[in-house]
């Protein structure tokens, strides 16, 4: 089957961030599929020109790759965003409509990633649509402060009809599950893939083979990967990293790779409050990523305290550290701190609770042989359940399945 795979965010390892499309179109192929990708401006492909003014098309690693030139950045206003978001699920309708395959994968975020899956549905070809749902919205952005009434009904209504439309839908978390049952018609065929670990690329590695800037051979390494934004709420690391210092601990070096709106605010704050066990980092491939999470200490999974995230997400980086071997310290309860506490491969601390945070910080550095104990477990449970290549299998055999129901 061919599929027409829409994901405005793209990206692949070469140049780090989410790379599950990039492994999903690879394991598509594998099986035999043929794959064209619909993606914007996330990261940048160096792809050929088209006769289409501002859409760029070549060939990735056997993936046909076709790129609206809509520049993005986590850095842009709300409002920005929005409208990008929205450019590009109007331009992928063009796509869908010309395009030859027998289905259309769309995968959010954004929300209007599922606009072309729509109007394929309803105004032009027969073909089946599978959405795939990372998020709920509006119930994040919601939770996270928006409160334009117009967005939001927005918002509330492409969902519905997003869901309606699609023959099938995935969810990345039992929440976002739990959410795509609520607004959608009765029997409808959802099946639950979370974000997965990458096994040959994140493995166990020897701490005294990090090499970051800054950090010295007796430091304890605690790492933060990917987005710096409002709902990480990475102040709360700030908030422990402050009691750390008050206790003498400055050996505990808190280290941020990634960026976001509110990179620029946490690194001024830390110099404004010589928070010198804190270490800003640049965002960088996975090819040299994994060899900076393998080699530390902790991995620290931190989201600002919102219930819709405590079932509601999967953060990659949470597989990346335990297929790393970290034991990981968590600061939110849902579907995660479950995970981590049933299967002993961390901490789980309570929200908004610096000394709880630090506390167990200095925990998991002075003892060691707990530490290593939560890693071993952290690469078990990577192993034994988010293979990402059982985790890509089931995604294939899934649309299969779609793609043969009448």
Known sequence: ????????????PAIGGATRSYEFARRLIEKG?????????????????????????GDIDGIDV???????????????RAWIFLKFGILGIKVAMKEEYDILFATSTPLTAGIPGIFMKLFGKKKKFV?????LWPELPKALGMKNPFLLWGMSVLEKISYSKADACIGLSPGICEGIVKRSQKNKQITLIPNGCDLDLFVPGNRAELVLEGIKPTDTVAIFTGAHGIANGLHAVLDAAEVLKQKGRLDIVLAFIGDGKMKPELAARAVNENLSNCRFYDPMPKSKLNKIVANSDIGMMVLADVPAFY??????????????????????????????????????????NAEAFANALIKLADDRKLADAFGENSRRLAESEFSRNDLADKFVDFLEEIQ???
């Open 66 to 80: 076709i790129q609206i030139a809509l520049p993005y950045s986590n850095s842009d206003s709300i409002a920005a």
């Open 311 to 352: 079932y509601g997400t999967s953060p990659n980086k949470f597989f990346d550290y335990i297929s790393s071997g970290l034991p990981v310290l968590n600061n939110y309860p849902g579907w995660l701190a479950d995970i981590i506490q049933e299967n002993n491969c961390g901490l789980v601390v309570p929200p908004n």
């Open 1 to 12: 089957m061919k599929v027409l795979y829409f994901h405005q965010h793209f990206t692949t």
């Open 404 to 406: 043969r129901k009448k």
């Open 33 to 57: 599929h043929t794959v064209s990708v619909v993606c914007g401006e996330f990261a940048k492909l160096n792809l050929p020109e088209t006769d289409t003014k501002g859409i760029y098309r």
């Open 131 to 135: 959405f795939e749902v990372r998020d």
